[in-house]
């Protein structure tokens, strides 16, 4: 989707937090945002996912700009598993539609 | 535990000879979806079914074709594959109720075009 933008690549040290930000300037009032992570030769996996207040799960925190313009994904402890490619979707509200934004490659540092 | 299956995880054609790939699902879930990922690229939807309702995506090429026979199954035809089909095809599935329910993934079918 050319409407949600993510940096290409990002890097962080092991047990550290790591925030990695999405950019959905365009997104509709109702759609939801939500972040899937991938492995090589693997299949998406779901992370989290929000529409306006901010979410939590054992996986990862989600915090959502008020505008909603923006969100965050939020690692609290990065850990070597967590390398992967992470990308935030625009979940179409109309539908049943995942668009999916350019991902973000997260390298992890022992 | 197998939950999104897609065989096979590799196919490799022939330009221009019809290809199909498959995907089936123990999770009972009315929405299926098929996604198209080249290489260093996001997945790209190509169309979905809820139920036995087909939604296309407009930029979809007319070359895709899908079939859904029974809730468990789903497939992909490529009726005439080019070279810049090949790509990563992606299977996935969710629970009605719009996008408020997070999508399960299957492990993908890579397509090779000679």
């Known amino acids: 989707d050319a409407k949600t933008t993510q940096p290409n690549s990002m890097e962080s040290n092991e047990e550290e937090p790591v925030h990695l930000p999405c950019n959905h300037s365009?997104?509709?009032?109702?759609?939801?945002i939500h972040w899937y992570r991938q492995l090589p030769s693997q299949g998406p996996e779901y992370v989290i996912h929000?529409?306006?207040s901010n979410v939590n799960n054992r996986m990862a925190s989600l915090a959502i700009a008020e505008d909603r313009k923006s969100s965050t994904l939020i690692l609290h402890r990065a850990t070597l598993r967590d390398a992967a490619v992470y990308y935030c979707?625009?979940?179409?509200?109309?539908?049943?539609?995942?668009?999916f934004g350019t991902g973000t490659s997260l390298t992890v540092i022992p | 535990d197998a939950m999104v299956i897609q065989n096979p995880r590799y196919q490799v054609t022939q330009f221009g000879k019809p290809v199909t790939l498959s995907c089936s699902q123990t999770?009972?879930?009315?929405?299926m979806y098929w996604y198209q990922q080249k290489s260093s690229q996001a997945p790209k939807l190509l169309f979905h079914y809820y139920d036995k309702d087909f939604n296309n995506e407009a930029d979809t090429p007319d070359n895709f074709q899908s079939r859904r026979p029974n809730t468990s199954f789903c497939f992909l035809d490529i009726r005439s594959p080019g070279l810049g089909d090949a790509a990563m095809y992606l299977c996935?599935?969710?629970?009605?109720?719009?996008?408020?329910?997070?999508?399960?993934f299957g492990p993908g079918t890579r397509l090779t075009v000679t």
């Open positions: 929000g529409l306006t």
């Open positions: 979707i625009r979940a179409s509200s109309t539908g049943n539609q995942f668009y």
């Open positions: 999770l009972n879930h009315n929405v």
């Open positions: 996935a599935t969710s629970r009605p109720g719009g996008t408020f329910y997070e999508q399960y």
């Open positions: 365009t997104i509709s009032g109702t759609d939801y």
